[in-house]
């Protein structure tokens, strides 16, 4: 069974500032995606990382994935209000299913 | 893009009624759907998954009496939650494959059960 563990839990940011976050994953996943969620509010993709070495950027946000180490990373360049919000990372199974991390409390403060 | 409906968004019923929740994909077909429950500042569980016209497969611990799923088309799958209690409110959302590797999400259901 896939598991993925999501750090930190909650992130006080400072506009302006960069910051990471980690997703780690227990078994081989072909696929790690990641997701932003207000609240009230379902999922937004926003990115899907296929193979070792994918790097996707949108605008302030870059994900990166590492096969080798089971590892994938959101990195937020300046923080900005607007991306205050819960953020998931999700592991890709053969039989289709995600397997969902604890997700990312951002809050982003002046 | 791939869209799915979800409806209700909101509901509140009564303790002990049944509550059904639709997802229907629009302008294409979904196989299969894949149904999460979120309890508030949790993540997203699995439920089951329904494929169309077979049984669904329901993760450990999820009661297949309670969640009736019923996936009898291409385009719609529901999800029913039978005799409800307080404990089974929570945001259920149904998902998809979409567009390549991606998967595409309902907008989600409040249930609330007084």
């Known amino acids: 069974e896939l598991k993925v563990e999501q750090n930190p839990l909650f992130l006080s940011m400072q506009e302006g500032k960069n910051y990471t976050i980690y997703c780690n994953y227990s078994?081989?996943?072909?696929?790690l995606y990641w997701y932003r969620q207000d609240p009230g509010k379902s999922l937004e993709s926003l990115f899907v990382?296929?193979?070792?070495?994918a790097v996707k950027q949108e605008g302030r946000l870059m994900a990166s994935l590492d096969t080798k180490a089971r590892l994938s990373t959101l990195h937020i360049t300046a923080a900005v209000h607007d991306l205050s919000a819960t953020y998931f990372c999700a592991g890709g199974s053969n039989d289709y299913k995600l397997s969902f991390g604890a997700g990312t409390t951002v809050t982003v403060r002046a | 893009g791939a869209v799915v409906s979800q409806h209700p968004s909101r509901v509140i019923c009564k303790s002990g009624t049944s509550v059904k929740i639709e997802c229907r994909s629009l302008d294409f077909q979904a196989t299969t759907m894949f149904w999460y429950r979120q309890f508030p500042k949790q993540s997203l569980m699995l439920m089951a998954t329904?494929?169309?016209?077979?049984?669904?497969?329901?993760e450990q611990g999820v009661e297949k009496d309670k969640f009736l799923i019923n996936h009898a088309s291409l385009t719609l799958s529901t999800l029913t939650v039978t005799s409800a209690h307080p404990e089974d409110s929570s945001f259920y959302i149904c998902?998809?494959?979409?567009?390549?590797?991606?998967?595409?999400f309902g907008s989600g259901t409040r249930l609330t059960v007084v």
């Open positions: 990382l296929l193979s070792n070495g």
């Open positions: 329904s494929n169309e016209g077979s049984k669904a497969t329901y």
């Open positions: 998902s998809t494959q979409g567009d390549g590797y991606g998967y595409t």
């Open positions: 078994t081989t996943s072909d696929r």
